[in-house]
């Protein structure tokens, strides 16, 4: 499959990948491997999930959600060679912040890492009197530093774009409440400068009755396509045994990402193998991050499982966005 046409970005021939196997027709298939990270890889780790993974000086780079054993939600950072061995600082990042009120790290979690420009921008769901969207920077994955966060409480799942649209600086957010959130859109915000956010669009809210029936997230960094921004995203639907947590996909307006050219009913990946249905909370697959090599198409989708330890997933760039057309909304 050669998919050269459609993915905007550079080759990463050394992405981690399997064939999809024989037996399987799914768009989305899961490593042999999984989960590629156990709940114990550092000494002092309860958890390790909802993670996000770039290309970096030739290998790969991480920021992972590592709760420790007093149950603090604490961000790593991470290296690796070939995209599923890692080795995770055993300390948590300590942010460089010019402004004590800013910098004073209360927890951070679920985060994710993009390339714009020169340099690596993280982004997660930081605690500022709740939960809100924190931003900083690196250049080496060892020194980090902490902008403002980008919105008032409360907020998560905030998602950049790896280039500016219409000359700003863009993202997705999903705001919520202090609590597990029984509710959420996701919207689009724009910045001249990473510090200043205004311009809210509304991009989608939760549909139908099924799988994304209580509230939508953005997932991985969106991945530039001719069909679109490729988004993939989680879905909760409420059951009777609490929160499910699938993930799908959307195609969104190049120039006007707010404005959504399809998005999938179905889901792509459900909570089906063990370590995803049972863990710290059971039932989750949360994608945070997908490595995407533009000369194939491949994709490697990273995702939290059972909010315990992290999984991956493949797929095709161009078969996700077929799918994504022939099984859209309305
Ligand atoms: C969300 C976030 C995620 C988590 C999910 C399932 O609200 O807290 O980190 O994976 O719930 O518990």
């Not at 390790?48 to 054993?69: H, W």
């Not at 995209?83 to 600082?89: L, P, R, S, V, Y």
């Not at 609490?242 to 959504?260: E, I, R, T």
């Not at 792509?268 to 039932?283: F, H, I, K, T």
Request: charged share 20%; glycine share 8%; proline share 7%.
């Amino acid at each position: 499959m050669n998919d050269t046409s459609l993915v905007k970005g550079n080759a990463l021939p050394n992405i981690p990948w399997q064939d999809r196997p024989d037996d399987c027709s799914d768009v989305v298939w899961r490593s042999e491997d999984n989960p590629i990270i156990p709940r114990d890889l550092i000494p002092r780790s309860n958890s390790i999930f909802n993670s996000a993974v770039v290309p970096f000086e030739g290998a790969f780079a991480g920021i992972f959600r590592c709760d420790d054993k007093a149950r603090y939600m604490r961000l790593h950072s991470g290296l690796s060679a070939d995209g599923i061995h890692w080795t995770i600082d055993p300390d948590p990042i300590q942010f460089v912040c010019d402004d004590d009120e800013i910098g004073a790290f209360d927890y951070g979690y679920d985060p994710r890492v993009c390339w714009i420009e020169d340099r690596y921008y993280v982004t997660w769901c930081n605690g500022y009197h709740g939960p809100t969207i924190g931003v900083a920077y690196t250049n080496d994955f060892a020194t980090f530093h902490q902008l403002e966060n980008a919105f008032l409480p409360y907020n998560r799942n905030g998602v950049l774009f790896p280039r500016k649209i219409g000359g700003r600086y863009a993202m997705l957010s999903r705001p919520s409440d202090t609590g597990h959130t029984a509710f959420g859109d996701i919207f689009y915000s724009e910045s001249p400068d990473l510090c200043f956010w205004g311009r809210h669009r509304h991009v989608m809210a939760p549909y139908g009755p099924g799988w994304q029936s209580t509230k939508v997230g953005a997932g991985p960094t969106p991945i530039e396509t001719t069909e679109g921004w490729l988004l993939i995203y989680h879905g909760v639907l409420t059951s009777c045994n609490g929160f499910v947590y699938s993930m799908s996909a959307a195609l969104l307006d190049l120039d006007q990402p707010w404005n959504v050219i399809a998005r999938a009913e179905p889901y792509l990946l459900s909570p089906q193998r063990l370590y995803e249905c049972a863990g710290d909370v059971p039932n989750v697959v949360f994608p945070c991050a997908a490595l995407c090599d533009a000369a194939t198409g491949r994709l490697a989708i990273y995702y939290g499982a059972a909010d315990t330890v992290t999984g991956l997933a493949f797929a095709h760039a161009q078969e996700v966005v077929d799918w994504v057309k022939d099984n859209a909304i309305g």
